[in-house]
């Protein structure tokens, strides 16, 4: 990479991003990011997606960087007119250490109390440790790191490669380990895993057993997506550099798949799980809650019905079963009342009265419950 950065400061119109509930992965409603294109550069990355990289020309991705100077002003008004919940914040590529925009957004989120969740490809995240921490004491922070193999893994220096400017895997584990020292939750994100690169069971294992050894708690583990301009990048990518994957990936990924066909994630959903439980962490990231949540029984019965959900597409099951899951943990999660009122106001019809919650469901939100006051 010898092309020189360049960097484009400019005003964005709005720049919180809303969902209307938290994703069932990190737990955010909100997202915030400073800046567009990455000078990382990784090969594989989604964020070359058009929605998220409107270049003319996609290769100027690790090179134009544009810079939301605003960011932090619209970020402090934009939270103050939403209820508070967990944002996505941050991107501590190299640029940040000159704009400190992501430092910024941090002091909004203390300011405006609102808990956080970072992920990472850098180190660079410890040099706002301070204000993590603060954000941790008020309400829950947590500081995550994309990290997809070690040094020591098969096809390390293909992977190196691919990761471009981001910081080694050892440099990601040092930073988690200060983190977990420090006393904020950590754990990585193995995204995504490369067919035939990064989804051997001795890569996921390396992987996972330095994540609990540096500290980390989680790993969630996704496999690659392909969207339209990034697809064309990638695989254009594959032909030139790595043609011999390029047949392992034309099948995994056919014309306008999303996301690899057949078991291919299945089976490694299930190795991720099995090493976890090995490694003795979760593969999936336990949801905080705030202090003095008013429905806390609610946002947990919500991550027990998302957790279900999860372990029901390991499981193989179709998606007509699954899908009940999901909306009856979007319908508790919106559920005004609280959910232990409920039930101990109504008993088990209570619960069957909220919208999505059938017999059996019901059941297992309330042996949850029952659970809950032994
Ligand atoms: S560090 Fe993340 S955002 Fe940056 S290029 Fe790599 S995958 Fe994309």
């Given at each position: 990479?010898?092309?020189?950065?360049?960097?484009?400061?400019?005003?964005?119109?709005?720049?919180?991003?809303?969902?209307?509930?938290?994703?069932?992965?990190?737990?955010?409603?909100?997202?915030?990011?400073?800046?567009?294109?990455?000078?990382?550069?990784?090969?594989?990355?989604?964020?070359?997606?058009?929605?998220?990289?409107?270049?003319?020309?996609?290769?100027?991705?690790?090179?134009?960087?544009?810079?939301?100077?605003?960011?932090?002003?619209?970020?402090?008004?934009?939270?103050?007119?939403?209820?508070?919940?967990?944002?996505?914040?941050?991107?501590?590529?190299?640029?940040?250490?000159?704009?400190?925009?992501?430092?910024?957004?941090?002091?909004?989120?203390?300011?405006?109390?609102?808990?956080?969740?970072?992920?990472?490809?850098?180190p660079?995240?410890l040099?706002?440790?301070?204000?993590?921490?603060?954000?941790?004491?008020?309400?829950?922070?947590?500081v995550?790191f994309?990290?997809?193999?070690?040094?020591?893994?098969?096809?390390?220096?293909?992977?190196?490669?691919?990761?471009?400017?981001?910081?080694?895997?050892a440099e990601r584990f040092a930073a988690m380990q200060a983190l977990s020292k420090a006393?904020i939750?950590t754990?990585?994100?193995?995204?995504?895993?490369?067919?035939?690169?990064?989804?051997?069971?001795?890569?996921?294992?390396?992987?996972?057993?330095r994540t609990a050894d540096a500290g980390g708690?989680?790993?969630?583990?996704?496999?690659?997506?392909?969207?339209?301009?990034?697809?064309?990048?990638?695989?254009?990518?594959?032909?030139?550099?790595?043609?011999?994957?390029?047949?392992?990936?034309?099948?995994?990924?056919?014309?306008?798949?999303?996301?690899?066909?057949?078991?291919?994630?299945?089976?490694?959903?299930?190795?991720?799980?099995?090493?976890?439980?090995?490694?003795?962490?979760?593969?999936?990231?336990?949801?905080?809650?705030?202090?003095?949540?008013?429905?806390?029984?609610?946002?947990?019965?919500?991550?027990?019905?998302?957790?279900?959900?999860?372990?029901?597409?390991?499981?193989?099951?179709?998606?007509?079963?699954?899908?009940?899951?999901?909306?009856?943990?979007?319908?508790?999660?919106?559920?005004?009342?609280?959910?232990?009122?409920?039930?101990?106001?109504?008993?088990?019809?209570?619960?069957?009265?909220?919208?999505?919650?059938?017999?059996?469901?019901?059941?297992?939100?309330?042996?949850?419950?029952?659970?809950?006051?032994?």
């Amino acid at each position: 990479m010898g092309r020189k950065a360049e960097f484009i400061p400019y005003e964005v119109k709005a720049i919180l991003n809303k969902h209307k509930r938290p994703d069932h992965w990190f737990w955010t409603r909100y997202s915030v990011y400073p800046y567009i294109g990455c000078q990382h550069g990784c090969e594989f990355c989604y964020c070359r997606e058009r929605k998220y990289a409107p270049y003319d020309d996609l290769n100027d991705f690790p090179y134009v960087i544009k810079v939301k100077e605003n960011a932090p002003e619209l970020l402090r008004r934009a939270l103050a007119k939403n209820p508070r919940d967990a944002i996505a914040v941050g991107d501590y590529q190299p640029l940040e250490r000159k704009y400190r925009i992501s430092r910024q957004l941090l002091e909004v989120c203390l300011e405006l109390d609102f808990p956080i969740f970072m992920l990472e490809r850098s180190p660079l995240v410890l040099r706002d440790l301070d204000l993590i921490q603060d954000i941790a004491r008020k309400s829950y922070a947590t500081v995550a790191f994309s990290v997809i193999h070690t040094a020591q893994s098969p096809n390390a220096a293909q992977l190196d490669r691919m990761e471009g400017l981001a910081p080694r895997p050892a440099e990601r584990f040092a930073a988690m380990q200060a983190l977990s020292k420090a006393g904020i939750r950590t754990g990585i994100c193995l995204m995504p895993i490369l067919p035939g690169l990064g989804d051997s069971r001795e890569n996921l294992e390396l992987v996972i057993q330095r994540t609990a050894d540096a500290g980390g708690r989680f790993v969630l583990a996704s496999t690659l997506t392909l969207s339209d301009q990034q697809r064309t990048y990638f695989m254009d990518y594959l032909q030139s550099s790595l043609p011999e994957l390029l047949p392992l990936y034309q099948r995994l990924y056919p014309t306008q798949s999303y996301g690899p066909s057949g078991d291919h994630w299945l089976k490694i959903g299930r190795m991720v799980r099995e090493l976890c439980i090995k490694a003795g962490i979760s593969d999936r990231m336990p949801r905080p809650i705030l202090p003095g949540e008013k429905r806390a029984l609610n946002k947990q019965a919500a991550e027990l019905l998302a957790d279900r959900t999860y372990e029901m597409e390991l499981d193989g099951m179709d998606a007509a079963r699954i899908w009940p899951y999901r909306k009856a943990a979007w319908a508790v999660e919106e559920l005004e009342q609280d959910i232990g009122l409920v039930y101990s106001q109504m008993g088990l019809k209570g619960l069957q009265s909220i919208q999505g919650v059938g017999p059996s469901i019901g059941k297992q939100i309330e042996q949850f419950i029952i659970g809950r006051k032994d």
